[in-house]
């Protein structure tokens, strides 16, 4: 069964960093786009940052400077190092991945979500 599942998550004092791990697990034959997502408690999810399999790279404008993406193609695996942290940046923090898995006898792309894990920041 092909899922993400998030690690790392945590609670830390502002200024302090935390590092998210997210491994694809399962028959995958590529991946695609990964990318991390944020919800916060009323509000709507949002991006965080994603990286293409090239390495490309894109930033929500409220974490560029602070956080940085990365990810591991030989395992499967995408990060996301987050220092400086602020109380704002409290949310649950879900893994997203592009796969390319088998599906119904035909090898297509699929969107995938972890199950999240929660970062909490005090002031």
């Known amino acids: 069964q092909v899922q993400l599942m998030e690690s790392g998550g945590g609670l830390v004092q502002a200024g302090g960093s935390l590092r998210l791990s997210c491994v694809a697990s399962?028959?995958?034959?590529?991946?695609?786009?990964m990318g991390w997502y944020r919800q916060a408690p009323g509000k709507q999810r949002e991006l965080v940052a994603s990286?293409?399999?090239?390495?490309?790279?894109n930033y929500a404008d409220s974490v560029k400077g602070r956080f940085t993406i990365s990810r591991d193609n030989t395992k499967n695996t995408v990060y996301l190092q987050m220092d400086n942290l602020k109380p704002e940046d409290t949310a649950v923090y879900y893994c997203?991945?592009?796969?390319?898995?088998?599906?119904?006898?035909?090898?297509?792309?699929?969107?995938?979500w972890g199950q999240g894990t929660q970062v909490t920041v005090s002031s």
């Open positions: 997203n991945a592009d796969l390319q898995v088998q599906y119904i006898q035909i090898r297509t792309t699929r969107n995938y």
């Open positions: 399962g028959t995958i034959f590529n991946i695609d786009t």
């Open positions: 990286i293409t399999n090239g390495g490309s790279t």
